[in-house]
């Protein structure tokens, strides 16, 4: 069965159900199985906190703020971070409000986009030196970049841009330039990670615009095109919200992190682990959630045997978001090929959870075979010290990890690495 | 227009490192109000504002992430220190009394469902006194409210977080109005 078609008759047996009810049933005020509200009026599934129950403990839940300002070097946690023995961290930037996606480019530029502010940044070191520069402003939530040949991707909430030979130009970088932009223009789930593939291929997800919703056509989905923005084709769909990506090494088959819904329950639904095997897979959302969950809500009348379940399960509301797979040498052996998740930590939870570093381990056959925390400690006593977002291995082998809560980068080393200076 | 010119003049004038934290701040409590409530249209009341919130719309301020030319020409120059320590001087500052007329209950009543249908109590608090970087909008000057979520409607005010961008997304003028009404007289 085509996935396409699964949720085309979906959407078609929901409003042959609901007319049917508004034919039948007028004048039964009592009447419980009322048709859902139309998206976009008060109450409706695209409202943020649809779905929030009314007890005080759900109340208090709100997503969590990161302070503006990035604090300052002496006010960084990575004293407080916990890692494996033999592993160290230290500050690599400083600085950097909102610190969001990471990129590496070919001449060892480190990229950083901003999810609420309006800029990219590119920290450059020169003779042991690091210097941090804003090479784009008032741009509108730029919280994608990805890097192939020279030229740097942008990825805006409704648009992707470049800036050729960026490498070269980074005192005087030049507006980027439009690469593509049709593309929704929710706020919901409308900010962008993107990656460049390796089919050379640019790809682009957009996000269900609501917390649990049937999203239209364009909406929950991984989009990939070609660099200048032509050739356009859906190869995800039911994807909630992937906020990171990346390829195994061996196979190219793509592995995304998607977060789970919000207040089905404090424990459940996981947010997913998924691998991409065949272009055009449906990964269930909004209709079965973690693979084995039919949801509260959509997935009645569905079963999740139509979807591609996840590959591994990331914790209740832990906010997997960017992840690589490690290729270097620095680190342990058991770490080759294994995956680095950043999970940027929970807030529709009580006791809240992530807020860490995942390591992922897989078996030859690409399957999951643990998930364990790897560099913890940004959670203490229930309150984030810090929040990582992404993840980039660098050439020497070393993990750089971004903070937007703190508005900082990290690096963490192996064995006995000489550390540059900060 | 005169007095504010003339205020940001006193505030550019003030060796920043010289003056002291009320010094630095009377041109701003000037309009602002000196006890929490302002008494000028449009000029929102700070008293008892969320020190973090304070602290976003200054930075935003700073940035021109929002744009009020008047408040970008205050914030301009400011340190993060500034930042911080005028947030944290007009958190505390006294909260703001709503208007001592008797209200109008059908007005009440249909605000009071908007707010249910929109679960304005999950960030604002059910007495809407905010928390952390969500903003107290209890006893807010009601002209500074409407105007606020007219322009969260028109896309003018783009907040930091996206949250208010959706939240008015599919509501209409008359529940602005009567939104405005409501909370500028909770108690």
Redesign the interface.
Known sequence: MKPQSVSARALLRAGTLAAAFAVALPAMAQQPAAPLPKP?????P????YG?PDNEAA?K?????A???AASVDKLPVDKLKLPKGFNIEVYASGIPDARSLRLGDKGTVFVGNR???KVYAITEKDGKRTVKVIASGLYKPNGVAFHNGTLYIAELSKISKIEGIEDKLDNPPKPTLVYDNLPK???H?WKFISIGPDNKLYVPVGQPCNACIPSDAHGQIRRMNLDGSGVEVIARGVRNTVGFDWHPVTKELYFTDNGRDWLSEDLPNDELNRLTKAGQHFGSPYCLQGNIPDSEFGWGRSCSEFVAPVGLMGPHAAALGMRFYNGTMFPAEYRGAILVARHGSWNRSNKFGGDIALVKLNKDGSVKSVEPFITGFLVDNKYIGRPVDVQPMKDGSLLISDDYDGAVYRVTYGNAKTANR | MRAILAAIAIAAALPAAAATLEERLAPCLSCHGEKGQSANQDVPSLGAQQK?YV??QL??FR?K?RKVELMNEMAKGLT?DD??AFSEFIAKLPAPLPPADASDAARVARAQE?VG???C???HT?TFVG????PRIAAQREDYLLRSLREYKSNERRS????M???V???KDEDFVDLAYYLARVK
């Open positions: 976009g009026t008060p109450g409706a695209n409202q943020p906190l929030r109340i839940l709100a997503p969590v703020p302070p503006p300002i609420l502010q309006d929710d706020e919901a409308g | 973090d602290l976003v930075y935003m940035e992430l993060d930042l911080r908007i249908k929109n679960r109590n999950s960030c059910s928390q952390d970087q969500i930091y977080d996206p949250a961008a959706s939240v997304e599919p509501l």
